[in-house]
T-cell receptor
Framework: GIQVEQSPPDLILQEGANSTLRCNFSDSVNNLQWFHQNPWGQLINLFY???GTKQNGRLSATTVATERYSLLYISSSQTTDSGVYFCAVPAIQGAQKLVFGQGTRLTINP | NAGVTQTPKFRVLKTGQSMTLLCAQDMNHEYMYWYRQDPGMGLRLIHY???????AKGEVPDGYNVSRLKKQNFLLGLESAAPSQTSVYFCASSWWGEQFFGPGTRLTVL
């Protein structure tokens, strides 16, 4: 089945710093989602981004489907950005069920 | 519009006991899913449904059963709980593409 790898596994930054999180996947996909799991365990949808670039405030994401990766950018980090960031892709082309990466744990210190 | 809700939020079981987790969505989504999340890991798909009256196995289905008698509800059952089923359980729903997650149920099996 499709493999999803996220890097780095852990990232510790000071408030105000910028960061780039990467998601690599082993096969062609027709959609990709980024989630933020906050310290209370809640999964928050960030982006649904099969290809191209999207922006939402301080966050943006780019997916290059032909090269099988996606990047999540966080600018001017705030302590509330702390948590685990997951990317997820369909298990097989056209399927609805998702396969998740292991996540990147982001810690923003004040 | 409550989105995806899960009942209960927390539960402690003894080995061998049974229980049912309830997921409800008010977005008229066709697809529903049950995932489990273990410490330090991403989510893994247990079972899913592509419509009322249908169910299918995911990545880790053993020890669980599901039912989708109504479009808005998806039930996850544990017939004889085992300590290995201690986990956080997430329900999700989608129409096509983007999945939306409930708040999770934290289950401990002693």
């Amino acid at each position: 089945g499709i493999q999803v790898e996220q890097s780095p596994p852990d990232l510790i930054l000071q408030e105000g710093a910028n960061s780039t999180l990467r998601c690599n996947f082993s096969d062609s996909v027709n959609n990709l989602q980024w989630f933020h799991q906050n310290p209370w365990g809640q999964l928050i949808n960030l982006f649904y981004i099969p290809s191209g670039t999207k922006q939402n405030g301080r966050l943006s994401a780019t997916t290059v489907a032909t090269e099988r990766y996606s990047l999540l950018y966080i600018s001017s980090s705030q302590t509330t950005d702390s948590g685990v960031y997951f990317c997820a892709v369909p298990a097989i082309q056209g399927a609805q069920k998702l396969v998740f990466g292991q996540g990147t744990r982001l810690t923003i210190n004040p | 519009n409550a989105g995806v809700t899960q009942t209960p939020k927390f539960r402690v079981l003894k080995t061998g006991q049974s229980m049912t987790l309830l997921c409800a969505q008010d977005m008229n989504h066709e697809y529903m899913y049950w995932y489990r999340q273990d410490p330090g890991m991403g989510l893994r798909l247990i079972h899913y449904s592509v419509g009322e009256g249908t169910t299918a196995k995911g990545e880790v289905p053993d020890g669980y059963n599901v039912s989708r008698l109504k479009k808005q509800n998806f039930l996850l059952g544990l017939e004889s709980a085992a300590p290995s089923q201690t986990s956080v359980y997430f329900c999700a729903s989608s129409w096509w593409g983007e999945q939306f997650f409930g708040p999770g149920t934290r289950l401990t099996v002693l």
